[in-house]
């Protein structure tokens, strides 16, 4: 029995199909979900979810949110959630450097909070974007 996995952000439904296997990043670590996974429902932190389906591979950049895994779909709410083909390495690569230099200028812990949260996006976005480069 496949997985029918469906990922939505506030803007947009981004993915949906069915697939052999997802991986979502959660707030503790990675979650694999297969096909009769039991449910739960568990908080999104900043990562790679990945979906392979039929012998490939593809990510997508998943910020917050959550994901509710049944036995035969998931769910995933995510605050932010970009296919890795339409992130721009340059500009993964320029936010990270912006992030970096704020960080070094902030003072206010909310403010800390709040760059280091753009800085850890900036990061992931520029992972799988050079990870992207380098696999084709």
Do not use: C, W, Y
Not at 9 to 16: G, H, K, Q, Y
Not at 118 to 131: H, K, N, P, V
């Amino acid at each position: 029995m496949p997985l029918q996995l469906e990922v939505v952000s506030p803007e947009r439904r981004v993915f949906t199909d069915e697939v052999d296997m997802v991986i979502v990043p959660g707030r503790n670590g990675q979650l694999g979900i297969l096909p009769h996974h039991t449910p739960l429902v568990s908080s999104l932190g900043v990562g790679e979810l990945r979906i392979k389906k039929g012998g490939t591979e593809q990510s997508l950049l998943i910020s917050g949110g959550f994901v509710e895994v049944r036995p035969d779909k998931v769910i995933v709410m995510a605050d932010l959630a970009e296919h890795s083909d339409e992130i721009d390495e340059a500009k993964a690569v320029e936010a990270r450097r912006h992030a970096e230099a704020e960080l070094q200028q902030t003072k206010d812990p909310v403010d800390i909070a709040r760059v280091r949260a753009s800085l850890q996006t900036a990061l992931m976005r520029e992972r799988i974007a050079t990870r992207r480069r380098t696999r084709g």
